[in-house]
């Protein structure tokens, strides 16, 4: 589980950073929206229990750090919509893998990237008065990953039972755009109105700025801060300002501290048990689907690409999934193939319980030798037969076998077409040699539709 985990995590990781806007986006306009806002209000800034005003350049700070940690956590749980779309998120529900390593693999990829990002941005920290020494340093990157942490699986939550980047996006920007400006990120607490504190008293996330705001205002040789909560109304709201001004050390409620952290970690229990739970209801399908029984194929023997040859009986316990194609085909057939790839990959991580087999309809063109060359342009696999037989048997298998049109092309319309006329349709067949299912080979849900009766049958065999 943990290998699948890793490579889920890393999958992440290299699709942000091959997504060179999305790389200049998330570090571009946390700093920018910092500067122009911290420059604009300047010093204009009064905190109670200071002489003078704050820079807001100061006070900021730790809120860009939180705004960074929130969005990139929330946001990279977006791809589980995107993947279960592309059918990439079909193809890991079957595999062998369980079904945890989803979870964990996503929490631990945007917690990666959030934690990486808060960091490139706190190499500003010395233009933003803050100079946080290694010991510092450290308990602000356990800070940023317990958050991101949380942040990310509840993102998870909320993005599981949802179809659209849309509704996912619009619901982010009404709940947690007002939790990150009520978390004390733009203004202290010590101010605003009663209600305003009062909601700020009970946003999680006022006291995960609290804890970034204590752990950048300790200077090198200073204790750290041991009370990480938001203050109780009368006690000096606390922000950064040069030694000299800083109030001095406020009492600690040693017992509010120990009730709030409590039901932080309990919260993020609950939110991690509850997207487990979401997996295991709508993936681990204990009572499988049984598919329908279409038809049953018949005895044939073909020659493979290799030269060797191919039965019926060598896809025995076998699930496997075939098309009809021709090489020289100008129509369908390379979309065609090119979804019988994506199958070919998501099916690997079945462990070879699943092949794909392809059939030409034209076996005067299509030697051995020609699909070999045809299977390598479309990068395909062990797992991924390419056969050709004689044109009898072929029509044969496909008419009375697989109960699909094939035929050839008259000369006068093969100049256009191709030589050959076939059905695009896939089929899916079980170990016992009987078709469980037929789908549109050029749909573009095509894997979304696919998968999820692969992962029945291989319940069914189990």
Request: glycine letters at 10%.
């Amino acid at each position: 589980m943990m290998q699948a985990s890793f490579s889920l995590a890393l999958r992440e990781i290299v699709r942000f950073l091959r997504q060179k806007n999305r790389v200049i986006g998330a570090l571009a306009t946390p700093v920018l929206f910092w500067f122009l806002l911290g420059s604009g209000v300047g010093r204009s800034l009064v905190t109670p229990g200071f002489r003078g005003r704050l820079d807001y350049l100061t006070y900021f700070f730790p809120g860009i750090i939180l705004l960074i940690v929130l969005f990139t956590a929330i946001f990279s749980t977006v791809s589980i919509i995107e993947d279960r779309r592309e059918g990439f998120l079909q193809g890991v529900l079957v595999a062998p893998a369980g079904r945890s390593a989803i979870l964990f693999g996503k929490i631990m990829g945007g917690t990666l990237l959030a934690v990486f990002q808060a960091l490139v941005v706190m190499l500003l920290a010395p233009y933003s008065d803050h100079h946080p020494d290694a010991r510092v340093l450290f308990h602000l990157i356990a800070m940023t990953s317990l958050l991101a942490v949380g942040l990310t699986a509840l993102g998870f939550l909320i993005a599981w039972p949802m179809d659209s980047t849309q509704g996912f996006h619009a619901l982010i920007n009404l709940f947690f755009v007002p939790l990150w400006f009520l978390s004390g990120a733009l203004f202290p607490a010590g101010g605003a109105a009663e209600w305003v504190r009062t909601l700020m008293r009970f946003n999680p996330l006022s006291y995960g700025h609290e804890a970034l705001q204590g752990l950048l205002a300790t200077k090198q040789g200073q204790p750290l801060p041991i009370d990480l909560c938001l203050r109780l109304p009368g006690q000096p709201a606390f922000v950064t300002a040069p030694a000299p001004e800083r109030p001095g050390p406020r009492p600690a409620n040693k017992q509010l501290t120990v009730v709030v952290w409590g039901l932080l970690v309990a919260g993020l229990a609950l939110v991690i048990a509850s997207g487990m739970r979401e997996i295991w209801i709508s993936a681990e399908r204990k009572n499988f689907r049984s598919l329908p029984i279409l038809a049953q194929v018949p005895e044939f023997c073909f020659l493979e690409r290799n030269g060797q040859p191919r039965s019926l009986k060598d896809l025995e316990g076998e699930i496997w999934v075939a098309d009809f194609f021709f090489s020289t085909c100008p129509g369908p057939c390379p979309a065609l193939t090119s979804q019988m790839g994506e199958i070919s990959r998501a099916v690997t991580r079945t462990k070879g319980k699943v092949k794909v087999v392809s059939i030409t309809v034209d076996p005067e063109t299509d030697t051995p030798d020609r699909l070999r060359v045809y299977a390598d342009k479309f990068g395909a696999g062990k797992n991924w037969w390419f056969l050709t037989g004689s044109l009898d048997d072929t029509f044969r298998l496909a008419r009375e076998g697989f109960k699909l049109a094939v035929e050839v092309n008259p000369p006068t319309a093969a100049v256009r077409d191709g030589k050959m006329l076939h059905s695009t349709k896939i089929a899916l067949v079980d170990g016992k040699g009987r078709i469980r299912g037929y789908y549109n080979g050029t749909d573009a849900d095509l894997l979304a539709r696919i998968l999820p009766d692969i992962g029945d049958l291989l319940q069914e065999e189990k």
